[in-house]
């Protein structure tokens, strides 16, 4: 088929399938379908929605159809995304099982964990969440102490993960987890997947300043996980471990790159108003205008390295420039709707503010600095690999 002919065609389905509703913009937290063991739709036209793409493989277009993805090109997948935004459509699904677990899969897990578990994410079958941080292990993500024995048949998990989104929410977990204590910190690591409903697994919820969190505590004691839940080779994670923090970082760096947020543009003609077909604040006019340039540079530099990672190139160390400069734009965006706002945009409860969403997000933007390795940690990185320049030490 012509991309000319695909392009038509999936301009068609989307007029015809998508429900008006699902191509309004994310709001709040709901707004997306993230799957699960017990899924909940938050209306009839999510659930619609979701049902139209997964019988047509479109849950998750790219990957492969042996594992319920719709195989489709890069050049196919760019013209997908183009009319996704064209209409302002939301993605079907979203989870970390496919923004992050999913690569790691499709590199380093072996067939029967792919056949099951990506199958299962297509299909919105399983939440995952993420068990990377430990309260001594954050910046210095080797330094794990969460230990696996080796119990024959299967491993023996004990520990604590924090920081683990939505681990209140999960059905599995990709965990780093300490297989060797003995030499270098990064040898003696193994990537498992766990079942949070294994007994001896539990969550705790924490509460950050926002008032509102995804984040939380999780407990391993005495986790009994299966040797089949094992990616890769035991004691050799830590490379799986970087390369599913690549696309982490691309994740948290793009965030609203999916085109289902409302633009700050738009925000600020709703917020101010305009005169003469200018924005009414001419003291936040050009830092809204700047703003705006900035991100669509951004978003066009992000494009070309998901063409060149589609036509074999890695990311890399580049994952740590998205996840940098996208924080910082996120950060400022809130930074900014808080300003056009005025008094208004420190509202914390009522219904004209949505219960304070813009000074909740002004608020949660700054752990965007922290989450997914620090920006200090990504400049280091950006330094040494990208930009070549010597070290101190």
Same mark, same amino acid.
């Given at each position: 088929?012509?991309?000319?002919?695909?392009?038509?065609?999936?301009?068609?389905?989307?007029?015809?399938?998508?429900?008006?509703?699902? &191509?309004? $913009?994310?709001?709040? #937290?709901?707004?997306?379908?993230? @799957?699960?063991?017990?899924? %909940? !739709?938050?209306? *009839?036209? =999510?659930?619609?929605?979701?049902?139209?793409?997964?019988?047509?493989?479109?849950?998750?277009?790219?990957?492969?159809?042996?594992?319920?993805?719709?195989?489709?090109?890069?050049?196919?997948?760019?013209?997908?995304?183009?009319?996704?935004?064209?209409?302002?459509? &939301?993605? $079907?699904?979203?989870? #970390?099982?496919?923004?992050?677990? @999913?690569?790691?899969?499709? %590199? !380093?897990?072996? *067939?029967? =964990?792919?056949?099951?578990?990506?199958?299962?994410?297509?299909?919105?079958?399983?939440?995952?969440?993420?068990?990377?941080?430990?309260?001594?292990?954050?910046?210095?993500?080797?330094?794990?102490?969460?230990?696996?024995?080796?119990?024959?048949?299967?491993?023996?998990?004990?520990?604590?993960?924090?920081?683990?989104?939505?681990?209140?929410?999960?059905?599995?977990?990709?965990?780093?987890?300490?297989?060797?204590?003995?030499?270098?910190?990064?040898?003696?690591?193994?990537?498992?997947?766990?079942?949070?409903?294994?007994?001896?697994?539990?969550?705790?919820?924490?509460?950050?300043?926002?008032?509102?969190?995804?984040?939380?505590?999780?407990?391993?004691?005495?986790?009994?996980?299966?040797?089949?839940?094992?990616?890769?080779?035991?004691?050799?994670?830590?490379?799986?471990?970087?390369?599913?923090?690549?696309?982490?970082?691309?994740?948290?760096?793009?965030?609203?790159?999916?085109?289902?947020?409302?633009?700050?543009?738009?925000?600020?003609?709703?917020?101010?108003?305009?005169?003469?077909?200018?924005?009414?604040?001419?003291?936040?006019?050009?830092?809204?205008?700047?703003?705006?340039?900035?991100?669509?540079?951004?978003?066009?530099?992000?494009?070309?390295?998901?063409?060149?990672?589609?036509?074999?190139?890695?990311?890399?160390?580049?994952?740590?420039?998205?996840?940098?400069?996208?924080?910082?734009?996120?950060?400022?965006?809130?930074?900014?709707?808080?300003?056009?706002?005025?008094?208004?945009?420190?509202?914390?409860?009522?219904?004209?503010?949505?219960?304070?969403?813009?000074?909740?997000?002004?608020?949660?933007?700054?752990?965007?600095?922290?989450?997914?390795?620090?920006?200090?940690?990504?400049?280091?990185?950006?330094?040494?690999?990208?930009?070549?320049?010597?070290?101190?030490?």
């Amino acid at each position: 088929m012509s991309l000319e002919l695909f392009r038509k065609e999936t301009r068609e389905w989307l007029d015809a399938n998508c429900p008006q509703s699902m &191509r309004q $913009p994310i709001k709040k #937290f709901d707004d997306r379908f993230w @799957g699960g063991r017990n899924p %909940k !739709f938050a209306s *009839e036209d =999510q659930k619609i929605w979701f049902e139209r793409c997964l019988a047509k493989n479109w849950t998750v277009p790219y990957w492969p159809k042996e594992y319920g993805g719709g195989g489709l090109s890069k050049e196919e997948y760019k013209i997908y995304k183009e009319e996704m935004k064209r209409l302002g459509c &939301r993605l $079907p699904l979203f989870n #970390f099982g496919i923004s992050m677990l @999913g690569p790691a899969l499709l %590199k !380093f897990g072996n *067939e029967a =964990q792919k056949s099951h578990f990506l199958t299962k994410a297509t299909r919105g079958e399983l939440w995952w969440c993420q068990g990377y941080s430990e309260p001594g292990a954050g910046s210095d993500l080797a330094n794990i102490q969460t230990k696996a024995e080796d119990m024959g048949d299967h491993y023996l998990v004990n520990g604590q993960k924090v920081w683990t989104s939505y681990a209140d929410h999960a059905d599995w977990i990709f965990c780093l987890v300490r297989t060797n204590a003995e030499g270098r910190k990064q040898s003696g690591i193994s990537f498992l997947l766990i079942d949070m409903n294994a007994e001896g697994v539990s969550t705790q919820p924490i509460r950050l300043i926002s008032g509102k969190s995804p984040f939380c505590e999780t407990f391993f004691d005495n986790v009994k996980v299966p040797k089949e839940n094992l990616v890769g080779v035991e004691n050799q994670g830590w490379t799986i471990a970087k390369y599913l923090l690549t696309h982490e970082r691309e994740m948290i760096g793009s965030l609203g790159e999916d085109g289902q947020k409302v633009p700050l543009h738009k925000s600020a003609i709703e917020y101010v108003g305009t005169e003469n077909g200018k924005l009414k604040d001419s003291i936040l006019r050009p830092e809204v205008a700047r703003w705006s340039m900035n991100d669509t540079i951004f978003k066009m530099t992000l494009s070309r390295s998901m063409d060149e990672i589609k036509s074999g190139q890695s990311l890399g160390a580049k994952s740590s420039f998205f996840k940098y400069y996208g924080t910082e734009l996120n950060k400022e965006k809130y930074e900014l709707l808080m300003s056009l706002k005025g008094m208004e945009g420190g509202e914390w409860e009522g219904e004209n503010s949505n219960d304070g969403e813009i000074a909740r997000m002004f608020l949660r933007t700054k752990a965007n600095s922290i989450e997914g390795g620090t920006s200090e940690v990504q400049l280091n990185i950006i330094a040494k690999h990208i930009l070549g320049l010597p070290s101190i030490r």
